[in-house]
C-alpha cells in the first residue's frame, strides 16, 4: 500500500510540473491538477499540506533532477570541455517552458521566503558544479591559479545577465554574441597560455 501512495505522490508531482510548465505556475488550481491526476482534491491533501509545499516538492523533483543529468553529462568531460557545455547549455536559445520554470520559482521568490530559500539552495547546487569544474580544470593545468569561489560567482553573474537577456530577445545573433562575450572572458582570465 505504501508503494501506490508513493507513486501517486510522485504522479501528483509530475502532472504539477507539466501543468506548470505549460500554463505557468501561477495559472495552475488544485481543479486543474486533479483532473489531470485523474483523482479527487482531498487526495492532494492528504501528501501535501498546502499548495506551496506541493509547489515546492515539485519544483525540486524536476529541477534537482535536471541538475543531476546536467552535472553527469558536464562531469563526464575533460574540465575544458565541461564548462563549455556548461555554458551552451545554461544559455537559452529560446525562452521555452523550463526557462518559464525557472522564471516562475524566481518571481516566486522575490515575495516568499519558502521559494527563496528553496531558489538560493539551487543556485549553490549550480554554483558547485560550476565550482567543480573550474577547481578540476585548475588541478589539471587547463585553468589558471585563481580564487575558485570568485572566478563562480563572476561566470554566473555573467550567465545569468545574459539568460535573462536572451529570455526576452532568442535572435540566434544575440546568443552568439553572448557565447563570444563568456569565452572571451574565460580567455582572459581562466584558460592558461598554450
Same mark, same amino acid.
Given at each position: 500500500m505504501k508503494e501506490k501512495a508513493s507513486v501517486l505522490k510522485e504522479n501528483i508531482l509530475d502532472a504539477a510540473i507539466a501543468l506548470f510548465t505549460e500554463k505557468g505556475v501561477e495559472k495552475v488550481t488544485t481543479r486543474e491538477l486533479t483532473e489531470q491526476v485523474g483523482i479527487a482534491r482531498s487526495h492532494i491533501y492528504h501528501y501535501f499540506p498546502?499548495? !506551496? *509545499?506541493?509547489?515546492?516538492?515539485a519544483f525540486s523533483r524536476f529541477m534537482y533532477? &535536471?541538475? &543531476? *543529468? #546536467? *552535472?553527469q553529462k558536464c562531469r563526464a568531460l575533460p574540465p575544458e570541455q565541461g564548462l563549455t557545455v556548461f555554458i551552451e547549455d545554461y544559455l537559452p536559445d529560446r525562452a521555452d517552458a523550463v526557462w518559464e520554470l525557472y @522564471? @516562475?520559482?524566481?518571481?516566486?521568490?522575490?515575495h516568499n521566503k519558502v521559494y527563496a530559500d528553496f531558489a538560493?539552495?539551487?543556485t549553490e547546487k549550480w554554483d558547485a558544479l560550476l565550482a567543480s569544474i573550474i577547481h578540476d580544470g585548475i588541478e589539471s593545468?587547463? #585553468?589558471? !591559479?585563481t580564487d575558485v569561489l570568485r572566478m563562480t560567482r563572476q561566470l554566473g553573474s555573467l550567465l545569468n545577465g545574459y539568460s535573462d537577456q536572451l529570455i526576452i530577445d532568442s535572435a540566434p545573433l544575440a546568443r552568439e554574441q553572448a557565447l563570444e562575450d563568456i569565452h572571451g572572458f574565460i580567455e582572459q582570465v581562466l584558460l592558461t597560455d598554450k
Open positions: 498546502d499548495w !506551496q *509545499t506541493l509547489c515546492i516538492e533532477a &535536471e541538475l &543531476e *543529468t #546536467f *552535472t @522564471s @516562475s520559482l524566481w518571481r516566486l521568490a522575490v538560493l539552495a539551487l593545468g587547463v #585553468f589558471r !591559479q
